[in-house]
């Protein structure tokens, strides 16, 4: 089976937008590769933070993913920092790297913009080790957003460099891009986010999904119940298309058009459904809080597997380098 890899941060809180868009997607890929998840807290200490929330964020987001369904008898989940040989392949990277790359890199360039204050070479460096995480594994697919694609191709070009400079290693990393329709910020506008104040957490409790659906942007076209709606311009169908089933969807989206159901109810139904999908995630959550032996036990087991291919790939870099001889 091909092996994919992806990572997600331990920052904050986890909602609908990371769950449809890759989560969610996450758990499908299982079926047909052989996956491998990190949640990647050494790429979270680049920019400021709460140094005595990381490992509540580090346990959270793990138990977050094996609530969705990315459980030990489907794929791997760990924790970065648990496999050193991440940072090691990352510091082997980075003399394959130019640094021109790096500085032409959008995340790069938006975040030395957020965080003037503290351009560190972390944040340069940050797609050497993502690099890092995908080539330790030899991973040929990586599961990402439309904003993370500038950073696999990095990867591949990394995988290239080093190839040609000290003999074929490494494959070069494909995108897999999720099909997943978009959700925006309740807002309607901006990309969901919890520093926006725009999100829907997963966790949430159904009052208050409730109420931040009941608030959130409709189709900016449709002032009166009266008025006719246009489901591609409204946030609220786009999450219909998430959550909901293929009767309702177009159910509403007919509804909308002509008129015939108001945003309140089509909300509600969304609510419904929502809920429905959130709730046995949620029960989940609570089950392995109420036990947090089981996501250490989960984790560590996680990181031994992949400890065991990282250390063989790291041993074979280290050949390949020159630094390791047969009798060292
Ligand atoms: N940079 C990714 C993000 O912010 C997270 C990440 C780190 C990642 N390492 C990775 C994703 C390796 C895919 C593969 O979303």
New binding site residues.
């Given amino acids: 089976m091909d092996r994919i ?5 331990p920052s904050g809180e986890i909602h609908i937008g990371n769950y449809v868009g ?1 989560i969610r997607n996450w758990v499908q890929l299982t079926e047909r590769y052989d996956c491998i998840y ?1 949640v ?1 807290d050494y ?1 979270a200490i680049t920019i400021e933070y709460e140094m005595e929330l990381m490992q509540k964020r580090i346990l959270e987001t793990a138990t977050i993913l094996v609530a969705c369904g990315l459980t030990p008898d489907k794929c791997i989940v760990f924790v ?1 920092s648990h496999v050193p040989e991440h940072t090691e392949l990352a510091w082997v990277f980075n003399s394959v790297t130019p640094i021109g790359e790096l500085e032409r890199m959008t ?1 790069f360039k938006e975040k030395s913009k957020q965080h003037r204050q503290n351009i560190n070479m972390g944040l340069l460096g ?2 050497v ?3 890092a ?2 080539l330790i594994y030899k991973a040929g697919y ?4 439309e ?2 694609t500038q ?2 191709e990095l ?1 591949r070009e990394i995988a290239r460099k080093f190839n040609t400079r000290y003999g074929e290693t490494f494959p070069e990393p494909k995108v897999l891009l999720s099909t997943a329709p978009r959700i925006a910020g309740t807002d309607g506008q901006a990309k969901m986010s919890k520093s926006m104040n725009n999100a829907i957490g997963l966790l949430e409790a159904p009052e208050v999904i409730r109420e931040k659906l009941r608030s959130a942007a409709t189709c900016p076209h449709r002032e009166r119940r009266s008025d006719p709606g246009h489901p591609e311009h409204c946030n609220i169908f786009t999450m219909h298309q998430a959550f909901s089933k293929p009767d309702e969807i177009s159910g509403v989206e007919q509804g909308c058009r002509t008129a015939g159901i108001g945003c309140i109810e089509c909300k509600e139904i969304l609510y419904k459904n929502m809920v429905e999908e959130l709730g046995p995630i949620q029960a989940r959550v609570k089950e392995m809080n109420a036990r947090p032996e089981y996501i250490v036990d989960v984790l560590k087991s996680g990181a031994a597997h992949c400890k065991a291919i990282a250390s063989e790939v790291m041993d074979e870099v280290r050949r390949k380098i020159g630094v390791k001889s047969e009798w060292l």
């Avoid at 890899?5 to 941060?9: L, R």
């Avoid at 990586?142 to 957003?145: A, I, L, Q």
């Fill in positions: 890899f992806s990572g997600i941060q890759a990190s990647v790429h970065q995340q940050y797609p080790l993502q690099a995480d995908i990586v599961p990402v957003g904003d993370q950073h696999v990867s």
